[in-house]
């Protein structure tokens, strides 16, 4: 009975090994494809690494790097649903779930300014707000979050002045209208920052923050 036992044990480990080794192998193989550029490859090996492994270990950071792997193929809807999902299933002090907030909110900042649409343009920046202040109520020193909060938030403030009227006045009503809108230590805390160049930074909201999440390593960049 007890050579019985351990020989089932030995067989389930094994079987536990070969998966993890699979789940490993896939998410390898995704991150490679990620970094040369490959990214509806990268999408296929992702997707099926999750389908496979619904409840693996290397889960969740394939979910988020699908999410990348759709960012860069400017499927920004697509890719906001993906991060939204991701930053639900993660624990509240995670690195992973303030990644997945902040890639949300370049989600619904891209998707505004592809859209002609005045009144969605404005609920998706001001959903991207809210995922940018999400960020910034738990790590006030994200500076990424800052400068595309800014960016987004001047946006908004643009499109809610009276077309007809482009006084300094109206301009100062807007800017507050928005700012209570929000929590006041959030607003003070990120409108007192210094604005750089409005060009560069937007080209650094066009794209992730994130590399893909590789196995057992940290990334840096959160």
């Not at 505004?112 to 940018?132: N, P």
């Not at 499109?159 to 300094?168: C, G, I, N």
């Not at 929590?183 to 560069?200: Q, T, W």
Request: net charge positive; aromatic share 8%; hydrophobic share 35%.
């Amino acid at each position: 009975m007890v050579k019985s036992s351990l020989l089932i044990f030995c067989l389930a480990l094994s079987a536990s090994m070969t998966a993890r080794f699979d789940e490993y192998r896939l998410m390898q193989k995704g991150n490679l494809l990620y970094t040369e550029k490959a990214y509806a490859k990268a999408e296929t090996v992702f997707r099926d690494l999750a389908d496979k492994f619904p409840s693996g270990y290397e889960t969740r950071k394939a979910r988020y790097n699908l999410a990348h792997a759709l960012f860069m193929q400017q499927r920004f809807k697509e890719a906001g649903q993906v991060y939204k999902e991701v930053s639900k299933t993660v624990p509240t002090e995670s690195q992973l779930l303030r990644a997945a907030q902040y890639n949300e909110g370049n989600s619904l900042a891209q998707q505004a300014f592809d859209t002609t649409q005045k009144e969605e343009k404005k609920r998706l920046l001001s959903l991207a707000i809210e995922r940018y202040t999400a960020v910034l109520l738990s790590h006030p020193e994200d500076t990424d979050a800052i400068v595309n909060y800014e960016i987004v938030l001047k946006a908004l403030i643009k499109l809610q002045q009276p077309e007809s009227s482009s006084s300094s006045d109206t301009d100062i009503k807007s800017s507050n209208q928005e700012r209570t809108s929000i929590s006041n230590s959030v607003a003070s805390r990120l409108l007192d920052k210094v604005r750089a160049d409005e060009i560069r930074l937007m080209q650094q909201l066009a794209v992730p923050r994130s590399r893909p999440e590789r196995t057992g390593a940290t990334n840096q960049d959160w």
